[in-house]
């Protein structure tokens, strides 16, 4: 664990170790069978402020469609939908009390999952306390799923470290004559986007791709010369960045005024985004970024999702709307199934045990999940081509829009 991971492990610590004054250790305190009437309350606690404010409100604006198309078809179990949120400014200790206080308090019947590793893990454990059901949209990171929890699931095709298998197969599987030989990596302090770009590192280092440079650097840093010139003097022919948004360009930009001209390059979150092209001009063409939505998937429930997100928020959705709809889908089916909102823990162990056990149909695609919550898929994987983003992998998938142009367009 580096320095920053484990700052922010502890600041999860700290904010877990808060709901011993309040939990009390009981089991499902405060929690009350449901009367059946009225309408079924949901919590959810997200970054609406602070350093995750973007894809929060993002993941909100999901949530936000899902009850909506819920309600105009009669509700969960006949009942309308009622969504509460709170903002918990991108604060583990913050997101704690919110979730406390919407089970406690609120009497909420289901709680949805916040935005961040950083935020998932102490949310998952109140919820974890009183037996609530936690499907989260973005909680991808190892450590999620090594903390023993029962009741989460993480709604989307991959965690972190399988974000990119379908390209680690595609490289491995290039003729010898044209298969990359080295590769760099760079990437933030954060387990998510480690997560990303290891995974890839560690799957091409098994293959005989040799590892030229691996930076790591805080979240902090704006000056991304250095990290440019230790790739470039390196020479890899993959460059492979475990990154946000502000840090995927400044990369790019940075390789790019050195001249470094990799056969591929590969940067998560960044080049997701709508703004992501014009904060690099002419450099965005052929750059390949893990994915794990498409508006034109085809999908179950897709078409249907972005046409009303469109009418509600007169955008196009992105991927963090996408996957908080996805947790609506997967409790929304776990709820018809088992017959029951209760928010006690004879329902929510009942909601778990079906969704451990099923298979879901989804506008991120069909998804299982093992018994630590983990979804048991991959992420897509997009490309710039002729300034259009496309679907290139898996092969032969539904979702394909275009084939992979390997090697890239010279910065």
């Known amino acids: 664990m580096t320095r920053g991971q484990g700052a922010r492990r502890s600041l999860a610590i700290l904010a877990i170790g808060s709901l011993g004054l309040t939990a009390c250790g009981g089991v499902n305190g405060g929690a009350e069978k449901d009367d059946g009437t009225g309408p079924v309350k949901v919590g959810i606690s997200l970054p609406l402020t602070g350093d995750f404010s973007e894809p929060g409100k993002g993941v909100q604006e999901g949530y936000q469609v899902w009850a909506d198309q819920v309600n105009k078809a009669g509700g969960l179990l006949g009942r309308k939908v009622e969504l509460l949120f709170r903002d918990d400014a991108s604060d583990p200790n913050r997101v704690v009390s919110d979730y406390e206080s919407m089970i406690t308090q609120d009497k909420v019947n289901l709680v949805f999952g916040p935005f961040s590793t950083r935020l998932v893990i102490p949310a998952a454990e109140v919820a974890e306390s009183y037996d609530m059901l936690f499907v989260e949209p973005a909680g991808a990171a190892k450590e999620v799923f090594e903390q023993g929890f029962k009741n989460l699931f993480y709604a989307a095709p991959a965690v972190a470290d399988d974000h990119y298998n379908y390209l680690a197969e595609y490289i491995i599987a290039l003729p010898a004559d044209r298969r990359p030989k080295t590769a760099a990596y760079a990437s933030l302090d954060d387990p998510f986007a480690q997560g990303t770009a290891y995974g890839l590192r560690d799957k091409l280092a ?3 791709i040799k590892t030229v440079a691996d930076e790591v650097y805080p979240p902090e840093t704006t000056d991304f010369a250095p990290i440019a010139a230790k790739i470039a003097a390196a020479k890899a022919d993959i460059v ?3 990154t946000q948004f502000e840090d995927s360009v400044g990369l790019v930009r940075a390789l790019q005024e050195l001249g470094s001209q990799p056969k591929l390059a590969a940067f998560s979150t960044g080049p997701t985004l709508q703004e992501f092209p014009e904060a690099v001009g002419g ?9 794990g939505w498409s508006v034109s998937s085809g999908f179950s429930g897709n078409d249907a999702f972005v046409k009303r997100y469109k009418e509600m928020f007169k955008n196009e959705p992105n991927e963090d709307a996408a996957n908080g709809y996805t947790v609506g889908q997967i409790v929304e089916a776990a709820v018809k199934a088992v017959g029951c909102v209760d928010p006690v823990a004879e329902c929510q162990g009942k909601l778990a045990d079906h969704i451990r056990g099923g298979k879901f149909d989804t506008i991120v695609g069909p998804l299982t999940f093992d018994d630590q919550g983990r979804p048991e898929a991959a992420h897509m994987i997009q490309q710039y081509v002729d300034g259009k983003v496309e679907i290139v992998l898996p092969e032969g998938s539904k979702a ?8 890239k367009k010279e910065w």
């Open 206 to 208: 098994a293959a005989g």
């Open 240 to 242: 492979v960045g475990g």
């Open 283 to 291: 450099a965005v063409e052929h750059i390949l970024s893990p994915v």
């Open 400 to 407: 394909q829009t275009s084939k992979l142009v390997f090697p």
